[in-house]
């Protein structure tokens, strides 16, 4: 048998989903609010991304957000703990005061990471992971 038959070749056009476990929340207030993108323009800011998904989730720890019928390719994922339900992530002389949190746990380096740091490859498979969600202020 043909090795791509083993290994069951995947087709371009299969979707997967992507689990992502959410850890470091300092309380259970408001939402978590996550956006992915394959645009690495728009990343972290996915809102300038027509074709980003944004899900919302009730903020606790170990919440699981899903981002379902996902197209095989490179994606990477931002998020933020929106503690007031004000829907936007709220900031002090230009520091957030709220947590927030990329896939690949990406550093900062003066500013939020790029899109190569926190990039992942999706393929035919469920992926698992989880993003540590860190604070400044």
Same mark, same amino acid.
């Given at each position: 048998?043909?090795?791509? %038959?083993?290994?069951?070749? $995947?087709? !371009?056009?299969?979707?997967?989903?992507?689990?992502?476990?959410?850890?470091?929340?300092?309380?259970?207030?408001?939402?978590?609010? $996550?956006?992915?993108?394959?645009? @690495?323009?728009?990343?972290?800011?996915? /809102?300038?991304?027509?074709?980003?998904?944004?899900?919302?989730?009730?903020? !606790?720890?170990?919440?699981?957000?899903?981002?379902? #019928?996902? @197209? %095989?390719?490179?994606? !990477?994922?931002?998020?933020?703990? #929106?503690?007031?339900?004000?829907?936007?992530? #709220?900031?002090?002389?230009?520091?957030?005061?709220?947590?927030?949190?990329?896939?690949?746990?990406?550093?900062?380096?003066?500013? @939020?990471?790029?899109?190569?740091? !926190?990039?992942? %490859?999706?393929?035919?498979? /469920?992926?698992?992971? $989880?993003?540590?969600?860190?604070?400044?202020?």
């Amino acid at each position: 048998m043909p090795l791509p %038959q083993i290994l069951g070749a $995947a087709n !371009a056009s299969e979707a997967s989903s992507i689990l992502v476990e959410i850890d470091g929340l300092r309380s259970n207030r408001g939402q978590i609010m $996550a956006c992915m993108t394959a645009n @690495p323009k728009t990343f972290p800011d996915c /809102q300038k991304d027509p074709h980003a998904r944004h899900l919302t989730v009730p903020a !606790a720890n170990g919440e699981t957000v899903e981002f379902r #019928d996902v @197209p %095989q390719g490179r994606y !990477a994922i931002a998020l933020f703990h #929106d503690e007031n339900g004000n829907g936007r992530m #709220d900031k002090m002389m230009m520091l957030p005061r709220e947590g927030f949190g990329f896939s690949r746990d990406a550093p900062l380096q003066f500013g @939020p990471p790029r899109f190569g740091a !926190a990039s992942f %490859q999706v393929g035919p498979a /469920q992926l698992k992971t $989880a993003i540590k969600v860190r604070y400044i202020l």
